[in-house]
């Protein structure tokens, strides 16, 4: 069973307006034998996400595996400008959408995750750590919110360790 969540719906687009939807998503994890449950939810929103991470206790009783995949900056990033002519107002909430959303959607699911031993967060980014640690990403704000999921993960791992739980990073690639 996988809740697919996120701010774009059939019914209603992100600001990023991406074509996918979550009932998308949820739709090709059905076709694929598993059960896709479609839940629209904004990671920046804290009580959307205690709404969401109370519904799967209350029908799955258990959360073994959380993907924070959670973005939509890339139309904020403005390629190659310093941090005095990047816009502030873009730049900060392109890591709200990169940091806070991990950040909240941790906040009230790692109870759930860690309930049972063997729970795994997943943090999602591009570029591993060594190539990030050796390259400048485009602009400060891009730059951020791309390291910080992989810095997120070493600390989830710290912290989901003595309840028998574990966090990695994964790039999938560009």
Same mark, same amino acid.
């Given at each position: 069973t996988v809740y697919v @969540? *996120?701010?774009t719906t059939r019914d209603r687009r992100s600001e990023y307006g991406?074509? &996918?939807t979550i009932e998308d998503t949820a739709d090709l994890v059905t076709a694929a =034998? =598993? @059960? *896709?449950i479609a839940v629209p939810t904004d990671h920046l929103v804290p009580e959307e $996400? &205690? #709404? +969401? $991470?109370a519904r799967i206790d209350a029908e799955? =009783? #258990?959360l073994d595996v959380l993907v924070n995949d959670i973005w939509g900056g890339e139309y904020l990033a403005e390629w190659e400008k310093p941090v005095w002519e990047h816009s502030l107002t873009g730049g900060l909430?392109? +890591?709200r959408l990169a940091i806070d959303t991990h950040l909240v959607t941790a906040r009230y699911a790692f109870p759930l995750l860690i309930r049972r031993p063997g729970g795994l967060a997943v943090e999602v980014t591009d570029g591993t750590a060594e190539y990030n640690a050796d390259h400048y990403r485009l602009n400060v704000y891009y730059d951020l919110a791309?390291? /910080?999921p992989i810095r997120l993960a070493l600390s989830w791992a710290h912290e989901l360790g003595p309840h028998g739980a574990t /966090? $990695? /990073?994964l790039t999938p690639g560009w």
């Open positions: @969540t *996120g701010r991406r074509p &996918e =034998g =598993g @059960t *896709g $996400v &205690e #709404r +969401l $991470v799955q =009783g #258990r909430r392109m +890591l791309k390291i /910080a /966090a $990695v /990073a």
